[in-house]
């Protein structure tokens, strides 16, 4: 049994707090049930893009990255987290239940961490070089470590072959009519709790000069950043031993964590997951980093103007959709 008991609106805001997660096109694939002193995630399936997603693996690296940003938010408010990860081997839906402790002292890193998740953006414009990258890349290989979870960096002479992957991507779904028609949907000029909002979307000027990145459909004619001139972002690769789902999950987990260490370090990323949604482009980054391992994920990470107004924050689901509270029989 639990030690001690939560209350369940510090749960609640905990829930609301980690659902500022990255998702595929803000899809929210998460569900979040307390009961008693524990918390279950769950996947919802109906919230899976089964046309980009066909195997629903980027659904489960967001709800892996919604249990890691739920743990730092459980810190912050002074509780340590037990994680029993796939708990029913017949319910695939159950992906976690997670229990609670008294932490014993809640430190200054534990606060700035979960404000982190507040300022963190998903930002695709282009970026200038990371300074110190040194320090940063090895924070990023202590931080994935506890999530079994590998992390290379693409050298910057690779960088035009890492474009042609991103271009095969491109050229591969060129005429698959669901795919597009989903990330129209997604990118809808409406008011919604989901989806990316124009406001979080490149123009064609500002898109050209990024050369790895997901070909969204733009509406604006902005050319924000132009002092900085084409990406020269880094560009981080996790990747598992195996294409799991269990891997798949902590590979969310560890993301999740890299994003927040940038955050915390001053460094702005970008979240890209088309490359390694076919074989053939996730081969050509397997081939670039030298590695047997599965890429799951990759993520720009640069510098931007700190005279620059932040980005608005993209939109969530409102918390009753995604939390309830049911009642344990007696």
Not at 96 to 108: M, R
Not at 191 to 220: K, M, Y
Not at 249 to 255: K, S
Request: net charge negative; glycine share 4%; with cysteine.
């Amino acid at each position: 049994m639990p030690d001690t008991l939560v209350n369940t609106e510090v749960i609640k805001n905990a829930v609301q707090l980690a659902c500022r997660a990255p998702s595929l096109h803000n899809s929210q694939p998460w569900r979040w049930i307390s009961v008693d002193n524990s918390v279950e995630l769950r996947l919802d399936k109906d919230r899976v893009l089964y046309s980009t997603d066909h195997s629903g693996r980027e659904a489960l690296l967001g709800c892996g990255a919604v249990l890691d940003h739920f743990r730092v938010a459980m810190a912050a408010g002074g509780w340590t987290t037990r994680v029993d990860r796939f708990p029913n081997p017949n319910d695939p839906l159950h992906l976690a239940s997670i229990e609670f402790s008294p932490l014993e002292f809640v430190t200054e890193g534990h606060q700035l961490r979960a404000d982190a998740m507040r300022r963190r953006r998903t930002d695709r414009l282009p970026f200038a070089e990371p300074p110190d990258w040194d320090s940063m890349e090895s924070q990023f290989r202590r931080t994935v470590a506890a999530h079994h979870v590998r992390v290379d960096v693409v050298a910057d002479d690779l960088r035009p072959e890492l474009a042609k992957a991103s271009q095969l991507t491109e050229s591969l779904r060129l005429y698959d009519s669901s795919y597009h028609d989903e990330l129209s949907w997604w990118t809808g000029d409406f008011e919604v709790s989901d989806g990316i909002p124009n406001s979080s979307l490149a123009s064609t000027a500002e898109s050209d000069r990024v050369d790895v990145g997901r070909p969204f459909p733009v509406a604006s004619d902005t050319d924000r950043r132009p002092q900085y001139g084409r990406d020269h972002s880094k560009i981080v690769v996790l990747s598992t031993d195996d294409a799991e789902r269990a891997s798949v999950l902590q590979c969310g987990e560890a993301l999740s964590a890299v994003l927040l260490d940038a955050t915390m370090g001053g460094l702005a990323t970008c979240t890209l997951t088309h490359i390694t949604e076919l074989h053939a482009s996730r081969d050509l980054v397997a081939t670039l980093i030298e590695q047997t391992t599965t890429p799951q994920v990759l993520v720009r990470v640069g510098l931007v103007p700190d005279t620059e107004d932040p980005q608005p924050a993209t939109p969530r689901r409102p918390i009753d959709e995604v939390f309830q509270v049911r009642v344990q029989e007696q």
